[in-house]
């Protein structure tokens, strides 16, 4: 029988028309490569960037450990300057530390606030943070120190 070619084939005897496929496949290997990197610098820069409120602690022979809900108000050494004061991380004036007290001692069920106080601040201005939490309804006021160290 002879070889009969189809309209529109190409010169080729014996193939018909060839498909092409093109590769619908994404290469994740370098994108695993990139957020591994992405990973390791996030992982080592991390702890970098997170940093509490430098507080030197006044130190006192006799202390107790603290349980239960912990609500800690933190005065630091720039009070003087800003009237700040921290409200567990958050930064508040001492004009709306009342409010703020206020809202979280209706969600918690012991009305216990501790009070950390830089060494260096003066004893009336721990007086009127004290009268401000007082005014907002926290029924104890507990002073926060640190143990001497052991030699």
Same mark, same amino acid.
């Given at each position: =029988? ?5 309209? /529109?084939?190409? /010169?080729?005897?014996?193939? /018909? ?10 290469? #994740? #290997?370098?994108? !695993? ?6 990973? !390791? !610098? $996030?992982? @080592?820069?991390?702890? =970098? ?16 450990? @603290?349980?239960?809900?912990? !609500? $800690?108000?933190? @005065? ?12 567990? %991380?958050?930064? @508040? ?18 009305? &216990?606030?501790?009070?950390?106080? %830089? ?10 943070? $004290? ?8 029924? %104890?006021? /507990?002073?926060?120190? &640190? ?5």
């Amino acid at each position: =029988m002879p070889n009969v070619q189809a309209a /529109g084939a190409t /010169g080729r005897p014996g193939r /018909g028309r060839r498909l092409s496929t093109s590769l619908a496949d994404i290469n #994740v #290997v370098p994108l !695993i490569d990139v957020m591994l990197v992405l990973l !390791i !610098i $996030f992982m @080592i820069t991390a702890p =970098m960037i997170q940093r509490g409120v430098d507080v030197r602690l006044p130190v006192a022979a006799r202390t107790n450990q @603290i349980s239960g809900e912990r !609500i $800690f108000i933190t @005065i630091p050494i720039t009070y003087r300057q800003n009237r700040t004061v921290y409200l567990g %991380d958050e930064a @508040i004036r001492l004009d709306i530390l009342q409010e703020r007290v206020r809202q979280k001692m209706e969600q918690a069920t012991e009305k &216990k606030v501790y009070l950390r106080g %830089d060494g260096g601040v003066q004893y009336q201005e721990l007086m009127d943070v $004290f009268d401000r939490l007082k005014a907002a309804g926290v029924a %104890d006021v /507990g002073l926060v120190a &640190k143990l001497p160290e052991q030699r």
